[in-house]
Nanobody
């Protein structure tokens, strides 16, 4: 059974960095495109970034372009989200999710086939 487990969240000051990890178990990561999403209190869940099955195609929300970087290591069955220059408005629960497709299709409608439980990111001084 496929499982996704996020880690790496925490409390960081504005301008700081965090690296989130999404470990996939039960099935090889090779089969999936992986997206990162976030949900802030009182707001809808939104897409942050997505990486295709091959790793060649990456997409980012406008609000994080130039600050966040998504990557994948299929040997480690892990997808990463490097977050730099963090802002208070980045505060949210961050989720990773898998699509059983070569590209990020359902990412744009905030849908996926499998979801993790989320990790809290708080940016505050």
């Amino acid at each position: 059974q496929l499982q996704l487990v996020e880690s790496g969240g925490g409390l960081v000051q504005p301008g700081g960095s965090l690296r989130l990890s999404c470990v996939v178990s039960g099935v090889s990561l090779d089969y999936f495109s992986i997206g990162w999403y976030r949900q802030a209190p009182g707001k809808e869940r939104e897409g942050v970034s997505c990486i295709s099955r091959s790793g060649n195609d990456k997409t980012y929300a406008d609000s994080v372009k130039g600050r966040f970087t998504i990557s994948r290591d299929n040997i480690k069955n892990t997808v990463y989200l490097q977050m730099n220059s963090l802002k208070p408005e980045d505060t949210a629960v961050y989720y990773c999710a898998a699509e059983v497709r070569p590209g990020c299709v359902h990412y744009y409608t905030v849908r996926a086939d499998y979801w993790g439980q989320g990790t809290q990111v708080t940016v505050s001084s």
